[in-house]
């Protein structure tokens, strides 16, 4: 069983900057996929960025240029580095790990672009 905590989230204007973090219980493995999704009022939870076993990180086509995935497996942790936010991107994000044939999911952290 694998228990993430999502964290970083909070209100900011227009072209600012986050860093969300999540923290996972155990050990990450290099095997393990890693991702961040986000789920917007009364919207589908879309995929953000994948940081997968190895090949390429894969991101959201709104979110290119902006945002960057990465992880510390020594840390048990990924990160979401989130630049220039626009108001679209205001949603609950949420941190994903699936090893082998399970995924997990944490509880989510709201994010909130406003003048």
């Known amino acids: 069983q694998v228990q993430l905590v999502e964290s970083g989230g909070g209100l900011v204007h227009p072209g600012g900057s986050l860093r969300l973090s999540c923290a996972a219980s155990?050990?990450?493995?290099?095997?393990?996929?890693m991702a961040w999704y986000r789920q917007a009022p009364g919207k589908s939870r879309e995929l953000v960025a994948r940081?997968?076993?190895?090949?390429?990180?894969i991101y959201a086509d709104s979110v290119k240029g902006r945002f960057t995935i990465s992880r510390d497996d020594a840390k048990n942790a990924v990160y979401l580095q989130m630049n220039t936010l626009k108001p679209e991107d205001t949603a609950v994000y949420y941190c994903?790990?699936?090893?082998?044939?399970?995924?997990?999911w944490g509880q989510g952290t709201q994010v909130t672009v406003s003048s």
């Open positions: 155990g050990s990450i493995f290099s095997t393990d996929i």
């Open positions: 994903y790990l699936r090893r082998g044939f399970l995924g997990y």
């Open positions: 940081f997968p076993s190895g090949g390429t990180t």
